[in-house]
C-alpha cells in the first residue's frame, strides 16, 4: 500500500504543481471558480424556492436524465481515442512494480479527488440545497451517495471502453460505441417533439440517478426500483472494469504530453490544437477544395471552414449551443420575468467570436507566410476570416432558435437579432483587436490578455443589442414595438460590421509574421 499512496500522491502533486507553478494558472483558476460560483448560488436557491413552493421538481426527471446522459454520452466519445496517459506516468509509474490494476485504482482516486477542483460549484449547489431545506441526515448522504455513483459508473466505463478500444482496436467496437451513445441521446428528441419518447419510462442510468436526486430534495428516500437499478449500473460497470484491469494496458497506452487544463501559454495551446486536429481531421476529409474556383475570396472562405471543422472548433460551437437548447426546454415552464437560456444564449454567444478567433491565431498565424510569398494579399485573407466567423457565429444559433421555434419553444424575434447583431459586431471587433495586436512589437502579448480586451471592446459595442433584449422582457413589449427596434439595432450592427471591417483591412498590412 505504500508505493500505491505514493503514485498516488505523485498524481495529484503534479497536477496541483502545474497550477501553482503559474500565476496565469492561478489566476484562471480563481476566475473560474469566482465566475461559476454565482452560478451555482442562483441555481440552488430556485431549487429551493421550487420546493418550499411545492413545486413538484419530477416533472423535470426527463430533463436531467437527458443532462446526465449527455454526459455519459461525452465519456464514451472520449473513449474512441483510446487509452491515454500522460508521458510522465508511463515513463515514471509503468517502469514501477505495479499491475494495471493498481495503476487504474490509483487514477480512480486521483481523478476524484482532481476533479473536486473543477466540480466545486456543484458541491457548493449540492451544499446549499442542503443546508437552506434542512435536509435529514439521510438525505443529505443520499445526495452524497447518488453523487458518487454517477462518479464511479462514468469512471468504470471510460477506463474500461478506453482499454478495450487501445487493445481490440475493432471498427466493429468504435461502432458499437457510436451505436450505444445513440441509443443513449435517443429519448432527448422527446423533449422536443411530441414522440412517446421519454427517459422516465427506460431504465437508463441516468433515469435512475436523476429520480434519486430528485426524491431526496423533499426529504423523501429514493424509490426502490431507481436505488436497484442504479446499483446494478454499478456492479456492471465494476465488472467490466474488473475484465479490463486484468488486460495488460501498459503496452497499449499512448503517452501525450501532461498539460495543465490553466496553462494559457502558446506551446501549450498549440499542443492542445494539435490534439484537436487529430480527433476531428477525420471528419473534415469529406470537404475539399476546388483549385478551380472562380472567385478567391470563396476559395479561402471555403478553407477557413474546413480548417475550423479540423480543428474542433466548429464542434465546440455547436456543443454550446446544444447546451442552449437542452436548458431552453428545460426552463421553458419557468415564470422567471427573463428566462435563463436567454441569458446562457447571451453569454455564449459573446463568447463564440473570441473562441473562434483565437483557435484561428493558435494554429495559423504561423502558416501565414506561405500565402503571402505567393503574393496573396492579405486583406483578401482577413475579409474571407472575418466572413467566417460571422457566418458560423450566426448560423449555428439561428439555426438552433429556428428548430426551437418549430418545437413551440420559443419566440423567435428579440434572440433572433440578439444572435444576428451579436455575431456581427462581435466578430468584426474581435478580429479587428486581435489585428491591432498582431502588429509590430505587440506580437509577443499573450492571448488571454489580447481575448480579454477584444471581449472588453465588443461587449462595449454589443451593449445596445443586451439593452434590447432586456427590455423586451422586463417590459413585456408589443410585437410592433419589437420590430421597430430591432430594424435600429440590425441597423446599427451593419454599421458597426463595416466600420471594423474597413479598418480590419488596413491594420492587416501592418501585421508581423
Known sequence: MGILFDLYKLKVKIFLGAIRASKASMLLLAIYIIGIAPSSIGMSMIIVDAVKGGIDLLVYLDALAALISGIFAMILLSTLRGFVVFEYEQSLIFTSPITPRQFLIISLFADITV?????????LLLAIVIVNLTLPVLSALSIVTSTLILAF????IKASFSIL????SSSVFKILTIVLIGLLLLPVTGLFTSLPLRYRELPYPSTFIAEMFLNVLYGRLPPVDAVLGATLYVLGSLLLFIYCSRLNLFQFARAVPFISPFDTSMRTQEVKMGSNIKLFSKVGLKFTLDLGSESLLKFLMKKEFIRMVRDGSLFGVLMLYLIIS??????????APFPIWMLVLAIYSFIVPAMLISNWRIGELDNLWLPLTSGLSFELISKALLYDFTIIAFTIPAATIIIL???GQIEPLVPFVLVTSVSMVGCSTNLYMMMHFLSKKRRAIPSLMINWTSMLLSGLFILPAYI??????????????????????????VLVFR???GRIERK?????L
Open 508 to 512: 492587416a498590412l501592418s501585421v508581423e
Open 115 to 123: 476533479f473536486t477542483v473543477f466540480f466545486f460549484p456543484l458541491f
Open 499 to 501: 466600420f471594423f471591417s
Open 405 to 407: 421555434t418549430l418545437a
Open 165 to 168: 478500444e487501445s487493445v481490440r
Open 326 to 335: 437542452v436548458m431552453t426546454v428545460i426552463t421553458s415552464s419557468s415564470e
Open 153 to 156: 459508473i462514468l469512471f468504470f
Open 468 to 493: 434590447y433584449v432586456l427590455l423586451s422582457y422586463l417590459f413585456g413589449l408589443s410585437t410592433e414595438i419589437l420590430v421597430v427596434l430591432s430594424v435600429f439595432i440590425v441597423l446599427y450592427s
